[in-house]
């Protein structure tokens, strides 16, 4: 499957954003998703993830309340919400899929998914 995000750019403080990732290439309803940010000189940390129905959701502490994740099976996207976005959310953001065959599965760790999209920039001014 092939991954691509969007939707990041420059906000102030407070304001809201809306990232969003198009699949395409297979059975995109077949694969858990997430999301994950990079800073620079850190690692990539987990920010939220959705298992393939939608059903089950998961969020790092530091985003809870915030954002929100969602899908659109029928439209081969994830969505990204995020509100009330503070400085320390800025990062390149990236999505990810890996294939779950169903069930409740998500995943939290990078090296658990096989797709990944380019990444969007995200900046947060305070």
């Known amino acids: 499957v092939q991954l691509q995000a969007f939707g990041g750019g420059l906000v102030q403080a407070g304001g809201s954003l809306r990232l969003s990732c198009a699949a395409s290439?297979?059975?995109?309803?077949?694969?858990?998703v997430g999301w994950f940010r990079q800073a620079p000189g850190k690692e990539r940390e987990f920010v939220a993830a959705?298992?393939?129905?939608?059903?089950?959701?998961r969020y790092a502490d530091s985003v809870k309340g915030r954002f929100t994740i969602s899908r659109d099976n029928a439209k081969n996207t994830v969505t990204l919400q995020m509100n009330t976005l503070k400085p320390e959310d800025t990062a390149v953001y990236y999505c990810?899929?890996?294939?779950?065959?169903?069930?409740?599965?998500?995943?939290?760790?990078?090296?658990?998914?096989?797709?990944w999209g380019q990444g969007t920039q995200v900046t947060v001014s305070s």
């Open positions: 990810a899929a890996q294939a779950s065959y169903g069930g409740s599965v998500l995943y939290e760790y990078p090296i658990q998914y096989d797709y």
């Open positions: 959705l298992n393939w129905s939608g059903s089950r959701t």
């Open positions: 290439g297979r059975t995109f309803s077949a694969y858990a």
